[in-house]
């Protein structure tokens, strides 16, 4: 469904920012963007919606170009971006006003939705604070039921409890028909949550597997000194790395752990997943 | 879906005066203001509806700010952008704001000015002097139109592109406008044409006319593929 193939990008000459990346995102999962601060996930979110331009490469999302700024293509995506600032009406006027850009949005379902994150639909959202302003958002966003639905730092200000809320009612939003591209530092926050990684590097792609793939190819976990591991580090009990699973015994996966091993033993790590 | 849908261009027009009421109420009321201050201090209503012209002049680039504030804004351009809007749409809507909306402030704030100043002062001249001057003066002004608009579009052009203050682009945008009417009027002048610009007025207006709104909608278009070319760097 989103189709990213050899796409570059720079802000500035000879500082490019995404080089060479090639995906493709599919309906049916929560993919999770991952990489270090200025990696370009964000810009790399902004490409796919059709809000910036790609230096070189190719986009495609539904077999459109999304640059051409199509409105059906647009109305079937929606991105949260990490901050942004909203007209100063309530969430339940806002939605009046946005919804005829999405066919599918559920006035009730975003009422609900508001409920559970804890956020008052009739005051003002200028009188919110950024996170009960960043729930409302996601609230109205889950309520578009568009199938695409790109989040950029979505727990960052959010309270301990609507994270929770925030994964219950993600994990129910996805369908077979549905995806969800999530970009964020917070990984614990979206580690149950999270059924395909993408992390990016400076090199383009460094892993796009499923947390299936991952767990069957790879094990996590304590080891001893002497053991051949494909990354080791220290961590308050003890070492913890990341190894070949050869016992066909799956570990519990830990994301931090993946991404450090990704990133320090990139060769070793995507090898294991060439599709 | 076609990408000119005039109930989308509807609903985009709903979204931007929701997010933006505040910053037209705001010029609404600098046109207002300023008139009045006017009609106080010299005490008559008639000098208040000619200083509305004068502020008129200055509100353009409060006009063209409030027809791109979606597009600059560092908050809200990308919620803005993302909106399933084509970029035909936002121009037919930036063309019915600043063609229908702004004069329209402009001549309800103006009215105002003139019936406030009548109710408060006691002036030597009668309403329908004041509403003739107001209709002569003021109204039917489109040069007027023509030229704040395409100055403030213009400066808008060259905030962007040049990446100078916009006060300095307004100054540019201002001198070059005066130069490039006063040059056109001078070569139409000279030129074998059957019309000559300073006789028939009345054919000059109708051309002024269509370049006010048409002018202005074509440089926020020239805005627009800039933006998008700067990847939404204002």
């Known amino acids: 469904m989103i189709e990213l193939n050899n796409l570059s990008f720079a802000y500035r000459r000879k500082h490019p920012v995404l080089s060479n990346i090639t995906l493709n995102l599919s309906t049916g999962h929560i993919h999770g963007l991952l990489g270090c601060n200025g990696i370009g996930k964000t810009t790399l979110l902004k490409i796919v919606c059709g809000i910036m331009r790609p230096d070189s490469g190719r986009v495609c999302v539904d077999g459109r170009n999304p640059m051409e700024r199509h409105p059906e293509m647009l109305s079937s995506m929606f991105i949260v971006p990490e901050e942004f600032d909203l007209p100063n009406v309530s969430l339940r006027r806002y939605a009046a006003i946005t919804a005829p850009f999405y066919p599918n949005f559920d006035m009730e379902q975003m009422l609900g939705y508001c409920r559970e994150l804890n956020v008052d639909a009739d005051v003002r959202l200028h009188s919110l604070s950024m996170g009960q302003r960043k729930k409302a958002y996601i609230a109205f966003a889950l309520a578009c039921n568009v199938r695409m639905l790109l989040l950029d730092e979505p727990t960052n200000g959010l309270d301990i409890p609507s994270k929770g809320a925030f994964r219950r009612l993600l994990a129910g939003y996805v369908d077979d028909e549905r995806m969800v591209v999530i970009s964020t530092h917070q990984v614990a926050d979206v580690e149950q949550l999270i059924d395909n990684i993408i992390i990016l590097d400076t090199e383009g792609v460094a892993l796009n597997a499923t947390t299936a793939e991952i767990c069957s190819r790879l094990s996590f976990g304590r080891v001893s000194d002497g053991a051949e591991v494909l990354y080791r580090e220290r961590s308050v009990v003890g070492d913890v790395a990341v190894a070949v699973n050869d016992s066909g015994e799956e570990s519990s996966l830990n994301i931090e752990l993946l991404f450090n091993a990704a990133t320090a033993n990139r060769k070793a790590i995507s090898e294991l997943f060439i599709r | ?234």
């Open chain 2, 1 to 234: 879906m076609a990408t000119l849908s005039l109930r989308r261009a509807v609903a985009f027009g709903r979204y931007h005066y929701a997010a933006l009421w505040r910053q037209y109420l705001t010029l609404f009321l600098e046109i207002m203001a300023v008139p009045l201050i006017f009609s106080l201090l010299s005490d008559s209503v008639v000098n208040g509806v000619e200083a509305s012209l004068v502020v008129y002049l200055f509100c353009g680039l409060g006009i063209a700010k409030c027809n791109t504030y979606l597009m600059r804004d560092r908050g809200t351009r990308y919620i803005a952008a993302a909106l399933p809007v084509s970029a035909e749409e936002q121009m037919l809507f930036m063309l019915f704001n600043s063609a229908v909306v702004m004069p329209l402030l402009f001549v309800v704030a103006s009215l105002s000015v003139l019936l406030i100043g009548l109710v408060t002062f006691e002036d030597t001249f009668g309403l329908e002097y004041v509403l003739t001057l107001f209709f002569d003066e003021v109204f039917l002004r489109w040069p007027l139109y023509l030229f704040v608009q395409i100055t403030a579009a213009g400066a808008l052009l060259i905030n962007l592109l040049a990446r100078r203050s916009l006060l300095m682009s307004y100054v540019v945008a201002f001198v070059a406008v005066v130069l490039l009417l006063w040059g056109l009027v001078e070569i139409l002048t000279a030129s074998p044409l059957p019309f000559n610009p300073v006789r028939d007025t009345e054919y000059i207006a109708e051309v002024a006319m269509t370049l006010y709104c048409l002018v202005p909608v074509i440089l926020y278009a020239l805005c627009y593929v800039a933006l998008r070319r700067r990847q939404m760097k204002w």
